[in-house]
């Protein structure tokens, strides 16, 4: 199975330095962070490339999402940013971006606003050949909403585990969207908070989550969405070994 690590995860450090410690420790994939910064963007996609690794997805900036299901300008302005991104992502072949639908516990009420917003991106990225990943957060129900109501092949899910751990026990995300599937950010937490752990560091049960993802019978990269808190200086080789045991669970519960 294939391997992919976000590139951000410390912030301390260059892309350039990050890429290459992901590659070093045996990863073929990155995931970068597709902000509203073109030349940090840029910066990414080279040292991605120098360092000989594929870019997997790119993870779209998150800020004001929730206006994306108000009228008004700054919802406009998320609305012509993702359109930019997709035509970015075809300019430097990134296949996939990734996508918030929603902020908080409290977002606006989802409605035919932000549908349409939403309907225009994945129809830009339809028109591009470029994938639009929608992740699970803290309210489903906007998740749910969308992929209920947008029909353009695109669409797409992209399955966190550790907010389904955090915001719904663990319970059903997965399954829900499964063939809808496209990329997966695995990381770990103790139930509380978004941590972004290594694996098998907090409270998620791996072996459980491995059976739930060997079921699907997809060819899925393991990835990992995790930081660096600690300036650990070997933890690129230390998420590679987890992304190791991940996948000798899922192997092993196809047997």
Known sequence: MKKCMCLNYDNTKTPSFCAQSIKNAGFSHAFIFWGKDN?????????????????????????????????????DEMTEYFIKSVKEAKDYCIPTLIVHVSSSYTPPPFGEVGLERFKLICEEADKNNIVIAFENLRRIEYLDYIMDNIDCNSKRF????????????????????????????????????????????GKINWETLAKRISRLKKDVIITL????????PNFAAQAFERACRIENLIKSTRL
């Open 39 to 75: 030349n940090n963007n840029i910066l990414q996609v080279k040292a991605c490339h120098k360092a000989g690794l594929e870019i997997e997805t790119a993870h779209t900036t998150f800020e004001n999402i929730n206006s994306m299901w108000l009228k008004g300008s700054l919802g």
């Open 158 to 201: 992209c399955f966190d585990c550790g907010h389904e751990n955090i915001y719904n026990n663990g319970k059903g995300v997965l399954e829900k969207y499964s063939s809808l599937l496209t990329a997966l950010h695995l990381h770990d937490n103790f139930g509380k908070e978004d941590d972004h752990i290594l694996p098998f560091e």
């Open 225 to 232: 969405e995790v930081i660096n808190w600690n300036n650990e």
